[in-house]
């Protein structure tokens, strides 16, 4: 069954193409959702950057803009692929002059989407030119889990007994 995960805050960094498809590097803020569905924990704001592991086997990723006055940008990729290489990245908010003497920072999520959708490219490049910050909804099938199986003494001395 599909599961959508909102990621918010969301930046466009860059876009590459081939004939069949190609990558969008994104930048976002992190979020206790994503989190806890990426089985990550929590996140300590003192992090300078770190490279968590997952990746979701995305279906539909859906591009908003977080403006109402340029929701007419809003596109979907469909099909998309695998949404992976997430890393934590602390970033300084204030340049300049004054950022040396009270430095602040913001940690922020980077991941990639790699989508098949051969006229994709041209979609995200026209959103990067006309909106700065958006939301993404990402639609993926949950990984399989494992479940343990509990062997009680009766089952290990079987087992035991068995080998001997």
Known sequence: MSQKLTFTKVVLLNVSRKPEGGTIKVSCAPS???????????????????????????????????????AKHAFEIRPAGKV?????????????????????????????????DPEGAGKVEHYMQSVKDSTVKIT????????????????????LAEND
Request: hydrophobic letters at 35%; glycine letters at 4%; proline letters at 5%.
């Open 32 to 70: 206790k959702t994503v989190a806890k569905a990426m089985e990550w924990g929590e996140v300590p704001e003192w992090q300078t950057s770190s490279t968590p592991e997952g990746e979701l086997a995305a279906s539909i990723v859906e591009f908003t803009p977080s403006n109402s006055d340029q």
């Open 84 to 116: 992976a290489s997430f890393e934590f990245v602390r970033v300084q908010e204030k340049k300049g002059k004054g950022a040396n003497k009270s430095p602040k920072f913001r940690l922020e999520l980077h991941f990639s989407i790699e989508y098949a």
């Open 140 to 159: 993926y099938e949950p990984k399989a889990k494992q479940e343990e199986l509990l062997a009680t003494d009766e089952h290990r001395q079987a087992a």
